[in-house]
Every structure is written in structure tokens, then in C-alpha cells.
């Protein structure tokens, strides 16, 4: 998505504004439309940082319930 936002920008500032279809006006819509997709990614990957967060705080919880239900079978399995 990065890379399609600056090779969008790169063909907006070789391309004249003739050529571009709808001149300044058009060129402005495009500018701005890259910069709400530049911050939609942003804002996406920052989300999806929480969320990994989240996932690895989730797999080391059950790994440590799965430890303790271990050992408490085993201390089960022992007494009787």
C-alpha cells in the first residue's frame, strides 16, 4: 500500500497537469486522497500492533494456565 502511494506521488510530479485529466483541481483531489490513505495505513498498522500485542500477552497466559493444570494433575495423579 506504501509503495502504491509513492509511485501514485512520483506520477503526480512527473505527469503536467494537462496530462493528468481535470488539471489543478484534479491533482489536489489526488494529493489529498494519497495523504487519507497514507494515514489510513498508519493508523491500520497501528492497530494491528495492539492486536499482536494482545495475541503474545493471550499465548503466554495459556501457556502458564497449561503449566499449572500440569502440575496439578500431576499432584492429583500422585495422591491418588
Same mark, same amino acid.
Request: glycine share 0%.
Given at each position: 500500500m506504501q509503495r502504491a502511494i509513492t509511485d501514485l506521488n512520483e506520477r503526480l510530479g512527473s505527469t503536467p497537469p494537462a496530462e493528468a485529466g481535470g488539471g489543478p483541481q484534479a491533482e489536489g483531489a489526488v494529493k489529498e486522497l494519497a495523504k487519507g490513505v497514507d494515514q489510513l495505513v $498508519?493508523?491500520? $498498522?497501528?492497530? *494491528?500492533?495492539? %492486536?499482536?500485542?494482545? %495475541?503474545?500477552? *493471550?499465548a503466554a497466559q495459556q501457556s502458564e494456565v497449561a503449566s499449572v493444570l500440569k502440575d496439578l494433575a500431576a499432584? %492429583?495423579?500422585r495422591r491418588g
Open positions: $498508519r493508523q491500520m $498498522r497501528a492497530e *494491528q500492533k495492539v %492486536v499482536r500485542e494482545w %495475541v503474545d500477552e *493471550q499432584k %492429583v495423579s
